[in-house]
């Protein structure tokens, strides 16, 4: 009888599969959600376009930052600070050439040269590597308003692929407090 049972029970795979339903359920979507494509960490994987150029200077990035987000509304004006993580480079075609004396199975030695390739354009870059942004800091007369504060934070993550992590937003002081304030240490 024992035996008629473990046969009705390997016969059966449906059965087993609707006793299991829920954990088969759970481990497949766990393992989809491994396979998830997740944001990394340390600054590496920003949109595609989201970086200047490779040869824009970081403080005309800056300038060209303030200008935009002193166009959002509540701003006012507004400074831009980026720290890097990694420059951007170029990587440039080379024409590259081995020279060996002996044997081909078995050189005695060999020398290696290589060129950058040009054209009538000037040299020819086949990579672009962007900058990787460390971090951001706003300064903006808006930047008490919680509002203002949060779309400056979007603005600047859309802009560098940065984290609200990443990215402060402070209040302009202004010159009536920053007078208040530099006297009061003086006093001390």
Known sequence: MAKEEGK????????????????????????????????RKDGAAAPAGAEPAAGTDLAQT??????????????????????????GERVLAQDSSLR?????????????????????GGVVVTQEKYPQYRGALVVCEGGGNDAVRFQVVSAVSALTGLGSDRIAVVKWQDAAAAGAA?????DR
Request: glycine fraction near 10%; charged fraction near 25%.
């Open 62 to 87: 800056e300038k060209s930052m303030a200008d935009i987000l002193g166009k959002i509304e509540g701003v006012g004006r507004v400074e831009v600070m980026l720290t890097l993580h990694s420059g």
């Open 8 to 39: 009705r029970k390997l016969t059966n795979p449906l059965a087993v599969l609707g006793k299991y339903k829920y954990v088969l359920l759970v481990a497949v979507l766990g393992g989809l959600l491994l396979l998830w494509p997740m944001e």
């Open 182 to 186: 530099e006297r009061e240490m003086i």
């Open 100 to 120: 060996y004396s002996g044997s081909a199975q078995a050189p005695d030695s060999y020398e290696r040269s290589s060129q950058p390739v040009t054209d009538a």
